[in-house]
T-cell receptor, first 114, second 114 residues
């Protein structure tokens, strides 16, 4: 069965600092991987996804993630944090042959200090 | 204008009552989902429908019954509500059931059972 582990339930950075949110996955077949962001009292919004091809994926709002098969990782980064980046971030893996079902990690809350 | 809309946004009710949550998407997608987000923000799929046909039914109590009158609507009816049903319920849709289709989420329905 596929699974996702996000290291750190809470990450705090200063405005302008590097953002690094960690995600490791478990999958017996090549996975499809996603990062979603959830702002307070809102639904989840897709940041980026990896399907096949280039392992460095660029998303919205300056975020990017790199798929590393050897490390079974899909960490999310942003060079310079902005106050508006404060939110909950979810990594997810697609479950093969399960009709588009997404398996989510437990989420990482990002705080940005002025 | 809203892509995936859920009603109501908030739902407060007493144990033992029956309630429904409605979801509509205007994206022309074939697949719709219900996810439950618990108090620790963990997201888990409950159901998925593709063109009105149930394709995913996770281990959910029989008190939960989804209904899809057409592919643009997926409603969730809950009988005999229990305290443990308190959560945020998200509706989502995707173009197809393929593994790399991103999900589009509604803003959630916060259910509180007292």
């Amino acid at each position: 069965a596929q699974s996702v582990t996000q290291l750190g339930s809470h990450v705090s950075v200063s405005e302008g600092a590097l953002v690094l949110l960690r995600c490791n996955y478990s999958s017996s077949v090549p996975p499809y991987l996603f990062w979603y962001v959830q702002y307070p009292n809102q639904g989840l919004q897709l940041l980026l996804k990896y399907t096949t091809g280039a392992t460095l994926v660029k998303g919205i709002n300056g975020f990017e993630a790199e798929f590393k098969k050897s490390e079974t990782s899909f960490h999310l980064t942003k060079p310079s944090a902005h106050m508006s980046d404060a939110a909950e971030y979810f990594c997810a893996v697609s479950d093969e042959n399960q009709g588009g079902k997404l398996i989510f990690g437990q989420g990482t809350e990002l705080s940005v200090k002025p | 204008d809203t892509a995936v809309s859920q009603t109501p946004k908030y739902l407060v009710t007493q144990m033992g009552n029956d309630k429904s949550i409605k979801c509509e998407q205007n994206l022309g997608h074939d697949t719709m989902y219900w996810y439950k987000q618990d108090s620790k923000k963990f997201l888990k799929i409950m159901f998925s429908y593709n063109n009105k046909e149930l394709i995913i039914n996770e281990t959910v109590p029989n008190r939960f019954s989804p209904k899809s009158p057409d592919k643009a609507h997926l409603n969730l009816h809950i009988n005999s509500l229990e305290l443990g049903d308190s959560a945020v319920y998200f509706c989502a849709s995707s173009p197809t059931t393929t593994n790399n289709s991103p999900l589009h989420f509604g803003n959630g329905t916060r259910l509180t059972v007292t």
